[in-house]
């Protein structure tokens, strides 16, 4: 795929959403669950990710890491109870880089919820243009 300095979306922020997925209840003492996958084709720079609650089970608390192979970029905790709406997010200090070819992946660990809660999880990021897309 051709990309140019002249394209319109350069350097805007953009959005990924992983796949919504269960908050079901998970390992206590591992990220058991691989909740989405986001392939890289070119190099991105990760601003933030949030995930919001997008249905309401019964409940409990659910833990959520971004990592990018076994590097941990991020986690997000829900509280007791999140209702259908509730969003957490993170913004990073410092803009994570990655490359092409890696992989970034959502992790759901360390849950007690009830697997009618689902959750919906967003990576905010810029693709990051190299001298070769000119």
Do not use: Q
């Amino acid at each position: 795929m051709t990309r140019s300095y002249s394209d319109p979306s350069y350097g805007s922020k953009k959005l990924f959403s992983f796949t919504r997925v269960s908050m079901g209840t998970r390992s206590d003492d591992a990220e058991i669950v691989e909740g989405g996958r986001m392939e890289l084709e070119h190099p991105i720079t990760v601003l933030g990710w949030n995930i919001t609650c997008d249905a309401t089970g019964d409940g409990g608390t659910s833990m959520w890491t971004l990592r990018d192979g076994t590097t941990i970029l991020g986690t997000l905790n829900f509280v007791t109870n999140p209702t259908t709406g509730t969003t957490v997010s993170a913004a990073f200090a410092t803009p994570t880089t990655l490359s092409t070819g890696d992989t970034l992946r959502l992790y759901s660990a360390t849950s007690v919820a009830d697997p009618g809660s689902f959750a919906l999880a967003r990576v905010e990021y810029r693709e990051a243009f190299v001298e070769s897309d000119s």
